[in-house]
């Protein structure tokens, strides 16, 4: 009954389902995953459905299994403060793309200081390391919202995973355009 690994997992918080996806990362492991779902999906009961948990996976070679669950990463939160369905694709040498306030960012660190290997470490540290992650994206971090990205709270969170898939969609067909 030794440990054969550990896995890290994004699965959407409270609505996971046996999905091929699922099952790529969990049948080699030899892990019933309609039993997976139902254990992670009691876990994340409170959590707001279609979140990205993270999961880390320990399983064991007589087909048990732990898992730990850890907040969303870093970036989704910078993106869903900032409104963006994406951060910039020139990093911190472009224009900024998005803005968030100190506030915000505080909010995203206390949020982020449950994680077990952020546990103990100052919340100013954790901010400075969001600070970093917000920058290599493209958002600014300032005291209060700029003038040209104030108008961001009129647009609903709900709708940037549509833009997300509207933008992966043009992606794709101007590669194909490319190709030919």
Known sequence: MSIVGRFRLFVPGAVAKAAPKLGQALGPLGINMVAFCKDFNARTTKVRPEVPIQATLVPRT??????????PY???????????????????????VGNI?????????????????????PTRTICLGLMRTAKQMGIKV???????????????????????????????????????
């Not at 007589?62 to 907040?71: E, L, N």
């Not at 209060?144 to 043009?170: I, S, T």
Request: proline residues 8%; hydrophobic residues 30%.
């Open 62 to 71: 007589d087909r048990t299994y732990k898992f730990f669950i850890r907040s």
């Open 74 to 96: 870093s970036p989704w939160f910078l993106l869903r403060c900032a409104r963006l369905p994406r951060g910039s694709s020139v990093g911190n040498g472009g224009p900024p």
């Open 101 to 121: 306030t100190f506030k915000e960012l505080y909010h995203i660190a206390k949020a982020k200081s449950m994680d077990p290997q952020l546990i103990g470490i």
């Open 142 to 180: 300032t005291r209060e919202l700029e003038p040209e990205f104030a108008k961001r709270n009129d647009e609903p969170v709900e709708g940037l995973e549509e833009r997300r898939k509207q933008l992966r969609l043009l992606n794709k067909a101007s590669k194909k355009g490319k190709k030919k």
